[in-house]
């Protein structure tokens, strides 16, 4: 049987093997999706010991991304655009293909599930870490008016503008209102907020917070307040899971009907 795993470290919290068998039993794929606990010194090898005893792709998730995008043979645009890889595909000859589903997970999730577009939109980014420059091909692909990038160190911003041809800003600097935001900073773990100016929102924002949980977020939160509409990030967890999947078994699973499932399950805890 065709075997598939999520490596990382730590690793026995991920929703992965729930999310993929989910998806197996809806496409009925034969398959089957475990855990593989990542070892700092081993993690190469313990990736090619997999793929050598049936197994035939892989999810990478941290602090392994950047490894795997070293290992493998062929890259993605969007990998290479990344500088990391979190998809593992074993090839008919042997060569392992890298991916990141990260940025497209997160566009399907906002077009496919929430009815927004972000061709021709003044589109706000928020952080400048790996996070961020994970989906900003995706978000580039879709041919927005323009792309800021926003982070309280702005040379790490001015860093990934130049990479992507688009804006950086301080938060302090940002004028105007936004089209649609995207929260890629690790603040809502904390219950932090980046210094955001009401000025941001206007009639029209839509607000995305790639971080996720049963209440809504400190970023939503704000959004809402000052009446902007959005989404957090499950539907990117599910959404960069279904791209794996069709990766790896060339069939779309549906993923609305998971996230819903899991949001109810979230509220129920």
């Not at 999520?6 to 992965?16: E, L, M, R």
Request: hydrophobic residues 40%.
């Amino acid at each position: 049987m065709d075997q598939y795993a999520v490596v990382g470290n730590p690793i026995a919290h991920s929703k992965s093997p729930s999310i993929h068998t989910y998806f197996a039993e809806q496409t009925q794929q034969t398959l089957t999706y475990s855990t593989l606990l990542g070892d700092d010194i081993e993690f190469e090898n313990q990736i090619r010991a997999f793929l050598a005893s049936d197994g035939k792709g892989l999810n990478v998730t941290l602090p392994f991304k950047e490894r795997a995008y070293a290992m493998c043979d062929v890259l993605s645009k969007r990998a290479e655009q990344a500088g990391a890889v979190n998809t593992i595909v074993m090839s008919e000859n042997g060569d392992l293909f890298g991916d990141n589903t990260d940025g497209i997970g997160m566009v399907r999730d906002m077009i496919d599930n929430h009815g927004q577009t972000l061709k021709g939109k003044r589109v706000l980014v928020l952080g400048a870490g790996g996070a961020v420059r994970g989906v900003l091909e995706p978000i580039l692909s879709e041919q927005p008016k323009s792309v800021t990038i926003a982070n309280r160190t702005v040379e790490k911003a001015h860093v990934l503008a130049r990479h992507f041809e688009c804006l950086a800003s301080t938060f302090e600097d940002l004028e105007g209102a936004f089209d649609i935001i995207i929260n890629g900073t690790s603040a809502s773990l904390s219950g932090r907020l980046p210094p955001l100016k009401d000025e941001l929102v206007g009639e029209q924002t839509w607000c995305y917070d790639m971080m996720y949980g049963a209440d809504r977020t400190v970023f939503l939160a704000w959004a809402h307040q000052r009446g902007a509409n959005g989404a957090d990030g499950l539907g990117m967890l599910v959404g960069q899971a279904a791209e794996a999947f069709y990766l790896w078994r060339n069939v779309r699973p549906e993923t609305a009907s998971l996230v819903a499932l899991m949001r109810k399950q979230m509220e129920d805890c």
